[in-house]
């Protein structure tokens, strides 16, 4: 069964670094792009950028670029997502994503969230 | 970057009603569009790829056409359980954009 897990809900401080993490399992993390969306809070969801951890092949949405680093560590199956100084507008929920290969690039299976609350 | 409108943002119906949802890209994007449905507090979940194409375990009165820049999702009769928020996702040439999100309501 493929499942993406991620890390638990943070609450950090303004100018504050982060990272976390989503956990794949159950196909080859290698063969597949992993995604990262945002969706603020009562708001939509912005697609952030991808990853290809055979390769580390990285990226991403003009909006994004430069406001977060994505990385993978295909040892343990892993993806990131981190910020070296958050601001409290990065406050929103935060989900990983599996993309397709075959027919459409589209992500299938999604990471349950991580709840990111940057407050002073 | 390609812009996706989606629309209506919001719209009303009961169960039994045909509702369509669509979206238009800014560009041609060929099929590179697929649709999903978010219920609250959950991760979205995908209806449709490559425009019509219905993923493992949909049902089938969930249904996309379109190509190029316009695109539709149909749902031909509605149930209590399709009450959510619909996305469209374009995905052509490994960049990706929502659209704005319609939130589907019960009349």
């Known amino acids: 069964e493929v499942q993406l897990v991620q890390s638990g809900a943070e609450v950090k401080k303004p100018g504050e670094s982060l990272k976390i993490s989503c956990k794949g399992s159950?196909?080859?993390?290698?063969?597949?792009?992993i995604g990262w969306v945002r969706q603020m809070p009562g708001k939509g969801l912005e697609w952030m950028g991808i990853i290809y951890p055979g390769d580390s092949d990285t990226r991403y949405s003009p909006s994004f670029q430069g406001q977060v680093t994505i990385s993978a560590d295909k040892s343990i199956s892993t993806a990131y997502l981190q910020w070296s100084s958050l601001k409290a507008s990065d406050t929103a929920m935060y989900y990983c994503a599996r993309h397709m290969t075959t027919v459409t690039t589209l992500p299938d299976y999604w990471g349950q969230g991580t709840l990111v609350t940057v407050s002073s | 970057a390609i812009q996706m409108t989606q629309s209506p943002s919001s719209l009303s119906a009961s169960v039994g009603d045909r509702v369509t949802i669509t979206c238009r890209a800014s560009q041609g994007i060929r099929n590179d569009l697929g649709w999903y449905q978010q219920k609250p507090g959950k991760a979205p979940k995908l209806l449709i790829y490559a425009a019509s194409s219905l993923q493992s375990g949909v049902p089938s009165r969930f249904s996309g056409s379109g190509s190029g820049t316009d695109f539709t999702l149909t749902i031909s009769s509605l149930q209590p359980e399709d009450f959510a928020t619909y996305y469209c996702?374009?995905?052509?040439?490994?960049?990706?954009?929502f659209g704005q999100g319609t939130k589907l309501e019960i009349k």
């Open positions: 159950g196909y080859s993390f290698t063969s597949y792009w």
């Open positions: 996702l374009q995905d052509y040439n490994y960049s990706y954009t």
